[in-house]
């Protein structure tokens, strides 16, 4: 068997998944390398900032933590100061808060960066395909046509984009036919002066708009800003999937306007985003899938459910069965 740093790992996606799995094995004498389309870390742990200073969390709005092993990295994370306790005004006191909400701070992504020091990170290369050769896999992006051969892959995109991926005869692919990820349209909306709401969050579990919150609420966001992120229902993000970014923002405004009157009018910046994979509707139920050699493994939040916390739980698993494997 080959010294652990000397076999090749690449990990594919730099989100919570590949960032914890990347993290693990390396503290365990591997050299993982991680490949990552977008030019930055986290992936839907994602934060908005624009040239005026603005800044808005249009992905994942707060985490939470139910299990040892995520606690423990909370601990961490808090001890360092990456991540802070985010209680906003709730607009209905019903919601339940029985968990702490924490934040990245200053952006989201804080929770993940400590994870990657020293860790190859190739930003702005996206992965084309990933193919079987002998016992090794090639995989090839944008920026390298040819591919690299590696021993073991990781793979941590959403599910539905595993199988542009995989070669189409990879068992790996059907097995995750069933899972679903429901889209989400981000309307960012920012304020000259305080609305003057007596909240910071209003959360609903129907409806075409099911999250607003005053991100100027969270810690370390601009106290002074008014920037406000507002999260469509999925129902509503899949009917309207494809509708053009200004036309979907008129009618996030409209919705607005529905339930809250003209409190929301006086913007001087709205903005939409587009989530083409989100939350989880439809989980794997199992925290990851490989090959029968542990060769290949595929992962995400996706696997257990649609939380930070279940990315966490797949990247660990990943990269224990692979340590296992490699002993
Ligand atoms: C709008 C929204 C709100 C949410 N709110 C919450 C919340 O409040 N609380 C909560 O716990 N969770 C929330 N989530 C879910 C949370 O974001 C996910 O559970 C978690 O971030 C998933 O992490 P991941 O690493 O599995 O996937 P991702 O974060 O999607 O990471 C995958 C990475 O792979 C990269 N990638 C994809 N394809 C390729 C390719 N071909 N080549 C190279 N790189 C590639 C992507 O750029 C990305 O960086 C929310 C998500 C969204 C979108």
Redesign the pocket.
């Known amino acids: 068997m080959k010294n652990k740093v000397e076999q090749t790992v690449a990990i594919?996606?730099?989100?919570?998944?590949?960032s914890v799995c990347a993290s693990i094995l390396k503290d365990k004498g591997f050299n993982p390398i991680i490949?990552?389309?977008?030019r930055g870390l986290?992936?839907?742990?994602a934060t908005r900032k624009t040239d005026s200073g603005l800044c808005f969390d249009?992905?994942?709005?707060?985490?939470?933590s139910h299990s040892e092993g995520f606690q423990q990295l909370l601990d961490k994370s808090l001890n360092i100061g990456a991540i802070e306790t985010w209680s906003p005004k709730l607009f209905d006191d019903g919601v339940d808060v029985s968990a702490n909400w924490f934040v990245g701070q200053p952006t989201m992504n804080a929770l993940v960066k400590p994870l990657l020091q020293n860790i190859q990170i190739n930003f702005s290369?996206?992965?084309s395909s990933i193919v079987r050769e002998g016992k090794n896999w090639r995989v090839r992006t944008t920026s390298n046509k040819a591919g690299t051969s590696f021993e073991n892959v990781i793979c941590?995109?959403?599910a539905p984009?595993v199988k542009y991926?995989l070669p189409s005869e990879t068992e790996l692919a059907n097995e995750i036919s069933d899972v679903e990820i429901a889209p989400?349209w981000?309307l960012l909306l920012a304020f000259e002066r305080s609305l003057n709401l007596d909240f910071d969050v209003w959360k609903s579990n129907v409806g075409n708009v099911t999250w607003i919150a005053r991100n100027s609420s969270k810690p370390f966001r601009g106290e002074n800003e008014e920037c406000w992120v507002v999260?469509a229902g999925p129902e509503w993000s899949k009917k309207n999937l494809e509708i053009e970014n200004e036309e979907i923002t008129s009618m996030l405004l409209d919705e607005l306007r529905a339930i809250f009157g003209v409190s929301f009018s006086n913007y001087f910046y709205a903005v939409s985003h587009r989530?083409r994979?989100?939350?989880t509707i439809r989980p794997l139920m199992r925290p990851y899938l490989g090959t029968a050699d542990k060769s290949l493994f595929i992962g995400?939040?996706w696997c257990l459910g649609?939380?930070?916390?279940?990315?966490y739980e797949?990247g660990f698993s990943i990269a224990n069965s692979l340590i296992k494997k490699s002993r």
């Not at 249009?58 to 939470?64: I, N, R, W």
Request: charged share 20%; aromatic share 8%.
């Open positions: 594919i996606g730099a989100g919570v998944t590949g490949i990552e389309k977008s986290g992936g839907r742990l249009h992905g994942v709005q707060f985490f939470t290369d996206e992965v941590t995109v959403p984009q991926l989400c981000t999260h989530w994979y989100a939350r995400g939040d649609s939380r930070v916390e279940n990315a797949s």
